[in-house]
């Protein structure tokens, strides 16, 4: 991962604290949902960047999916939720991101999975899977990457009336911020990061 990764990880990590301390204990006050909307694009564009550069994409896969596995019971606990966690959404958005650069008849699985996302129950569901997809085309059709995923904000917001997720589109330039300051983030660090702060803030509510 290069510094530009890190830097991405480490401040969609911190959005994604500061929108799930709001979730869980203070849940009238939008202004935390408001930041956290910006949180799961650079997560999205960190899997796209995965994908474009990892040697493994197996195992790069199973990696995450068994952080999703090892997660799913706490995330049920924390927001008492019956989807699945967005790490899910993250493996399938990968997934389907994967099969479209391997060209050939692959493309036309992707593209059916894509369509499938829509049933399936994981957060972020069709959308998440959407906003990885178009990532993966950040480097190299960054104009056609941005006006899809306005349109698909459009879109969400028009069949969920959720659109305040649509602020989301404002953390399309940071996804590919040249950073000036380096920080070391170790290998598996956001597999750890994901369940430990649930389990901690999990903590925190039960004993308060």
Not at 102 to 116: M, N, V
Not at 140 to 157: C, D, E, P, T
Not at 161 to 180: C, D, M, N, R
Request: glycine share 8%; charged share 15%.
């Amino acid at each position: 991962m290069d510094r530009r990764n890190h830097v991405t990880s480490a401040l969609a990590a911190v959005l994604m604290l500061i929108d799930h301390i709001g979730a869980l204990f203070f849940p009238e006050q939008i202004v935390f949902r408001l930041i956290g909307r910006l949180s799961f694009p650079l997560f999205a564009y960190g899997i796209a960047q995965g994908v474009a550069h990892t040697s493994n994409f197996q195992r790069y896969l199973f990696r995450i999916l068994l952080a999703a596995i090892i997660s799913q019971p706490i995330y049920r606990l924390a927001f008492e939720n019956d989807n699945l966690n967005p790490l899910f959404t993250l493996a399938l958005g990968g997934v389907v991101l994967w099969l479209w650069r391997r060209d050939g008849k692959e493309r036309f699985l992707a593209g059916g999975l894509l369509i499938l996302s829509y049933w399936v129950k994981c957060s972020y569901s069709w959308y998440g899977v959407a906003t990885i997809f178009l990532y993966g085309f950040y480097e190299s059709a960054r104009a056609v990457s941005f006006y899809w995923q306005g349109i698909l904000q459009v879109v969400y917001g028009y069949f969920t009336g959720t659109w305040l997720q649509g602020l989301s589109i404002l953390s399309f330039p940071l996804a590919g911020v040249e950073w000036k300051r380096n920080i070391y983030l170790p290998k598996y660090f956001f597999y750890v990061f994901y369940p430990l702060h649930l389990i901690i803030l999990i903590g925190i509510r039960e004993f308060n």
